[in-house]
């Protein structure tokens, strides 16, 4: 799959994707991009997983202000995949980026994943040509148009609602010309209000986490994505990861 050139918003995603500290957020935007300056993430939280059980706490001593909310999520990690991810991770840094980090390359991801999936809630695709490959975005703008107004509201998701990031598949492989790629399979937990009823298509059962008491009910539903962010490595390439596949199961078939 060929890469895009990002030299306007592809170029933020680069930086989201690579640049440590305060370089995550980006510089303001030209009047073309001023609809993803809007959405941009200002703050994360600290991500879990699951598979989980969940809880919610009320507010505790006088500083409290209104009940807090806590999604404790009990992590299950496979050690042969735990073990192969960094394996493929040290790969990269020998021979391809010596600066790689795992732990940078998801923040961005988590930032380009709130970014791009509120501007598939809003059906604002023209702002995504150079962020997303051409051909995943021609299959997004017919599967977009098709979908109702409850499941599109379902694919936004904020910054603060992530609850677990994870790598999933990671790829570093050359085409035919001999050209390098590396593709890492980022998968997101997150927290949606969507008015979404309790089975979706599919017939699998979404989660729903209700907060506070009896009298102040407000259900989530917890829904997954999957985002897979790729980057071309031969000598002279653009520096510039590209999302070439978005999943949303359940809502975006």
Do not use: C
Request: proline content about 8%; aromatic content about 10%; glycine content about 6%.
């Amino acid at each position: 799959m060929a890469l895009r050139a990002a030299p306007g918003r592809g170029r933020w995603l680069a930086r989201a994707l690579a640049a440590p500290g305060a370089a995550r957020v980006p510089p303001p935007p030209p009047p073309a991009a001023a609809a993803v300056a809007s959405a941009l993430p200002l703050a994360g939280r600290r991500p879990l997983r699951p598979p989980a059980r969940f809880a919610s706490t009320a507010g505790q001593g006088p500083e409290a202000e209104g009940p807090q909310r806590r999604v404790v999520v009990v992590r299950i990690t496979s050690p042969f995949a735990w073990l192969r991810t960094r394996f493929y991770y040290l790969l990269i840094r020998l021979y391809f980026d010596q600066e790689f980090s795992i732990e940078e390359f998801t923040r961005g991801a988590k930032q380009a994943f709130s970014v791009v999936s509120k501007l598939l809630s809003q059906r604002k695709l023209d702002l995504l040509d150079e962020l997303v490959s051409a051909e995943v975005l021609q299959v997004l703008k017919e599967k977009i148009s098709l979908l109702p107004d409850n499941h599109r509201d379902a694919l936004a998701a904020d910054i603060d609602a992530i609850m677990y990031t994870t790598e999933g598949d990671v790829r570093i492989y050359y085409d035919d010309d001999g050209r390098k790629f590396v593709s890492i399979l980022m998968r997101f937990w997150y927290l949606n209000g969507a008015n979404l009823p309790d089975e979706v298509p599919g017939e699998t059962k979404v989660f729903q986490i209700v907060f506070g008491d009896e009298s102040t009910k407000e259900k989530r539903h917890l829904l997954t994505a999957n985002y897979e962010f790729q980057r071309e490595f031969t000598e002279g390439a653009k520096p510039d990861w590209t999302i070439t596949r978005i999943e949303h199961p359940r809502l975006l078939e």
